[in-house]
């Protein structure tokens, strides 16, 4: 029996990837052998586990996804992701070292007649013996007031951690507009701005740098978008500008931020998502990488 054949996967996690891309090809196939497929099943179930397992999460906090990607006929939405790996795959033989890796994360939005309450959270652990090499999350709660309407408003409050990057914590409170560009039902977009007072307090492995913390008013910009190309095919973007001057250092520190998702839906409630995220910040506050990215995909569980 003639067939083609299409593969392209590509998957990063905690920044190792792998990539893997094959041609259309055509081939004359028997008929496949019922007594084998029996006997893979269980090594086609453990493939699967072990792809619900390894469910990716983007690092960098997006705030508006849970907005665009809403159905405003339902009064709660939301999807939770968690991952576990465990193996003892070190490299040498005298010692045994043991990797432990947790990601866990959900984003959640309760829709009232008037307002939209989300609650996002995000937490990621990997370690070797118990020594944490990626240790970071946030928790982000905001609400949308007046929702429906073309110009609405919004409160917010933020509590994140990169230890492994010297960020011992990041806590943050602000408001701001929301103004509707456009809406139908293919495509959206929003510009918001306003105002947060953020605290930073970052943690050099420098022993001359040592620890320092920053409290800064930023203003907060942001332009989002929504395309929905196919029924089950939708595309969704969000750039943020925040910035701020830090007038104990004599600095005007800048960050932009944006993120790209790719979803497909294959029923109601599973699909799969792609993402790419990214930072950069002219000025940290003390010397990191000023730029940062995540490429992430897997599969998505909505409700």
């Known amino acids: 029996m003639p067939y083609f054949t299409k593969k392209f996967s590509f998957i990063c996690i905690s920044g190792k990837c792998a990539f893997s891309l094959s041609f259309f090809t055509y081939r004359q196939i028997p008929r496949p052998n019922i007594d084998l497929l029996k006997s893979m099943k269980p090594v086609i179930l453990s493939t699967f586990l072990f792809c619900l397992a390894h469910l990716a999460a983007a690092q960098i906090l997006n705030v508006e996804k849970s907005r665009l990607e809403a159905d405003t006929s339902k009064r709660f939405i939301g999807n939770v992701n968690v991952g576990f790996n465990l193996n003892n795959r070190g490299a040498i033989a005298e010692r045994s070292i043991t990797y432990l890796g947790i990601t866990a994360n959900s984003n959640t939005a ?9 609650l996002i959270n995000f937490f990621n652990y990997i370690s070797n013996d118990g020594n944490a090499f990626i240790s970071s999350g946030y928790s982000h709660f905001r609400i949308n007031y007046l929702h429906e309407r073309r110009l609405s408003y919004e409160n917010y409050v933020q509590y994140q951690y990169d230890r492994p990057r010297g ?3 990041r806590r943050l409170v602000g408001a701001g507009i929301r103004y509707r560009v456009t809406k139908n039902d293919k495509i959206s977009v929003f510009a918001g701005t306003g105002i947060f007072f953020e605290q930073e307090r970052w943690t050099s492995s420098n022993v001359e740098i040592g620890v320092r913390q920053a409290d800064l008013f930023k203003t907060n910009n942001y332009l989002s978008a929504r395309y929905e190309a196919r029924k089950n095919l939708q595309f969704n973007t969000i750039v943020y500008y925040q910035a701020g001057p830090d007038n104990n250092a004599g600095l005007f ?3 932009v931020s944006g993120e790209l998702n790719v979803n497909v839906k294959i029923t109601n409630n599973i699909g799969f998502a792609t993402s790419f995220t990214s930072t950069y910040e002219n000025h940290p506050i003390i010397p990191v990488r000023k730029f940062i990215f995540a490429l992430t995909h897997g599969i998505a569980i909505n409700f």
């Open 253 to 255: 520190r800048q960050r």
């Open 167 to 169: 960020l011992s914590f």
């Open 110 to 118: 309760y829709l009232s007649k008037a307002n939209m309450y989300s």
